[in-house]
């Protein structure tokens, strides 16, 4: 019995290390289901990740109009003569003015507004013989100006002028001679329709330059609403807003200028688009002077369907071309007036006719101070005042 206490001694060790291996498996397993429990929890966690945001829509509409489109209403070169007959400063002043000068569209390149500016660049001369009593002063004057005028877009009127126009501008005063028109004394009337003159040269001087402000800025601005009418009339690109998105649908308005074209962006109001960005150089047809880019979001169901059928950035057959501006409702009769379609980058271009009307007037005849015919541009600048004419003693015109 001694001698087999030895393997069973053994025995109950094996068993006793079966039991503590069992028990330590038992332990483990639920330890090993947690950890895995906790790695597919881990993307419950991860779920307040932010997704991307949508993409924003692209402008339905933008209207590009070249800068020689735009200012072949506005560009001259206004010359006027009048004649003057007025009293101031107790003398009176019979003589001419003569205005002239350059008026020029300027865009404002690198920035996001629909404006461009009007400049007009001249001068203004009057000579003059005031008289008063039988005192005699002839005299004339010079004045150098530029005058300035914001000319703004708004997608239901079209161009219009905003603000006041500035102006710049500087006076100069010269006396000419004296006389008069007696024989008896006419030393001493000279003599003081001379120093009567010169004591009051600085104030006939601001008076000259005060008054040729006003005059010329009245007739500048008066011309400019009519070289805007013509230009809306001759452009007309509000028809195709009012068009395609309605006439009575709330817009926002985007701008993109360069040196050589203005790029109008118009969208719905309250809606989130994207960066307009210029459209590009290069055309599948020859560019238009004025073209209007629609989206293909603003599109009908009929137009679409054709342009689906189309391949982008070819030339589109003229049958096809006329199928898409009858689906448009463009279709003109006259044979003039052609548009030009095209499909390109995704967008509709519409290259709009040529406008063969009147631009802005630049050779009509008015009369001369003489009573001759000179073939001038029918302006509005008023002529330079005549209170430089100075007048005798104490006096100047």
Known sequence: MVAHRPLFAVCVVAFSLCVVTALAADEAEPAAQG??????????????????PPEEASLPLILRIDKAALFRYIDGE?????PIDQYVLGAHAVGESHTQGAVRGELLPDIEEAAFVIRFRGNTKTKTRGTQGPAVVYSSTHTEFVCTRRVEFDPRQG??????TEIEADTRLRYDGYASTRRLGRRVITFFAQRGAQKVREQA???????NKRQVVEGFEKEVDEQIQAA???LDVVRYVNRFLGENTSLQLFAKSSPEAIQLGVGTAGEKYAPMVALPEKRVTERRPVEVWLHASILSKPVGLIVETLTPDVAIPAEMQSKILGALDLVSDDPKKVYDVALQDGWLVLGLPQDEGKASPKNN?????DGSTQAVRQASVEPASPTAAAGPAAKAQ
Do not use: C, H
């Open 232 to 234: 809306n009339q001759g």
């Open 205 to 211: 001087r601001l008076i000259a330059d005060r008054d």
């Open 365 to 369: 005849p008015t009369v001369a101070a």
């Open 159 to 164: 161009f219009q002028a905003v603000g006041e």
């Open 78 to 82: 206004p010359t006027e003569r009048r």
């Open 35 to 52: 950890q895995s429990n906790s790695k597919t929890a881990a993307p419950v966690e991860s779920a307040t990740v932010p997704t991307k």
